[in-house]
Nanobody, 120 residues
Framework: QVQLVESGGGLVQAGGSLRLSCAASGSTFSINAMGWYRQAPGKQRELVADISSGGSTNYADSVKGRFTISRDNAKNTVYLQMNSLKPEDTAVYYC??????????????WGQGTQVTVSS
């Protein structure tokens, strides 16, 4: 089992920056990909960015050039550096980890979420 704890959310003005962190604990040896999702009121949860164990990254088109995802495998931690924030970035941000076990069974784990609010 994997537990995920996010930190770094808060209130920031448009154009500002924020860094989110997510620390994994438990059976961290099983983790492959990690990522960040977000959900705004009345909208679907969407992928923001993810990163493989080898460092390959993917970004939503809406955040390309502004957000950077990174991870420290030794610390089992993933980060999301958010620059040039816009009001439309306002959402609850969730950390995600995908674990694979010996029988190739995969599980998704989720953090509790952290609120990011960008004021205009």
């Amino acid at each position: 089992q994997v537990q995920l704890v996010e930190s770094g959310g808060g209130l920031v003005q448009a154009g500002g920056s924020l860094r989110l962190s997510c620390a994994a604990s438990g059976s961290t040896f099983s983790i492959n990909a990690m990522g960040w999702y977000r959900q705004a009121p009345g909208k679907q949860r969407e992928l923001v960015a993810d990163i493989s164990s080898g460092g390959s990254t993917n970004y939503a088109d809406s955040v390309k050039g502004r957000f950077t995802i990174s991870r420290d495998n030794a610390k089992n931690t993933v980060y999301l550096q958010m620059n040039s924030l816009k009001p439309e970035d306002t959402a609850v941000y969730y950390c995600n980890a995908v674990s694979e076990y010996s029988d190739h069974t995969r599980y998704n784990y989720w953090g509790q979420g952290t609120q990011v609010t960008v004021s205009s």
